[in-house]
């Protein structure tokens, strides 16, 4: 039972194209992130949703558009693809509470490891 | 500002050896302490966490010890094995961040660690 799954795990296309990347988290948190990996493994937080509610949004062209249906779901939309898009992208979830007295646990999806030629 | 400084790789070393990757951090808050591991091909995994001062996280023979005095949570293990092979991330999360940065998670750069038999 994957507690966090992303599709594709591989998307390849060309430049200008329009795609998405799904995922899901059967972890029942109410908050869900996209990182974005680049090929120095340096990983770089684009949005977070809690509660289906946007609450983070990096400097992220707005080519980027994430969309959450449910608390279980959040989608990222990419518009426009340009090569500097390639890079591995990861959805994590995790439970956030104002008073929490421990710290955010975030799970990780496997990752999508776009590439745009 | 929060944010995490850990040593740069990459990090060669025999098996049996002994392994520290250094992590310092900077936070306004409280924050909770984190390191996480990326193996090939794969998302990240929690590897342990510490949520406050002197506590000491540990997992599959790793440990690291939140230490407030020297804002430190370096990494250590006493034996390494090749299946340790992996990256290896260090982050907080600051409990004291509201609004656009709840729930955030600030990672270092990823320290590459190759074990040889």
């Known amino acids: 039972d994957t507690a966090v799954s992303q599709t594709p795990k591989y998307l390849v296309t060309q430049m200008g194209n329009d795609k998405s990347i799904k995922c899901e988290q059967n972890?029942?948190?109410?908050?869900m992130y996209w990182y974005k990996q680049d090929s120095k493994k340096f990983l770089k937080i684009m949005f977070s949703y809690n509660n289906k509610e946007l609450i983070i949004n990096e400097t992220v062209p707005n080519r980027f558009s994430p969309k959450s249906p449910d608390k279980a779901h959040l989608n990222l939309h990419i518009n426009s693809l340009e090569l500097g898009d390639s890079a591995v992208y990861f959805c994590a979830s995790s439970q956030v509470i104002p008073a929490l007295v421990a710290g955010d646990t975030q799970y990780f999806g496997p990752g999508t490891r776009l590439t745009v030629l | 500002g929060n944010s995490v400084t850990q040593m740069e790789g990459p990090v060669t070393l025999s098996e049996e050896a002994f392994l520290t990757i250094n992590c310092t951090y900077t936070a306004t808050g409280y924050p909770s302490l984190f390191w996480y591991v990326q193996y090939p091909g794969e998302g990240l995994q929690l590897l342990l966490k510490?949520?406050?001062?002197?506590d000491k996280g540990s997992n599959k023979g790793f440990e690291a010890t939140y230490r407030k005095e020297t804002t430190s949570f370096h990494l250590e293990k006493g034996s390494v094995q090749v299946s340790d092979s992996a990256v290896y991330f260090c982050a907080l999360s600051d409990r004291a961040d509201r609004g656009s940065t709840l729930g955030r998670l600030y990672f270092g750069r990823g320290t590459q660690l190759t074990v040889w038999p």
């Open positions: 510490a949520t406050k001062a002197d």
């Open positions: 972890l029942g948190h109410d908050t």
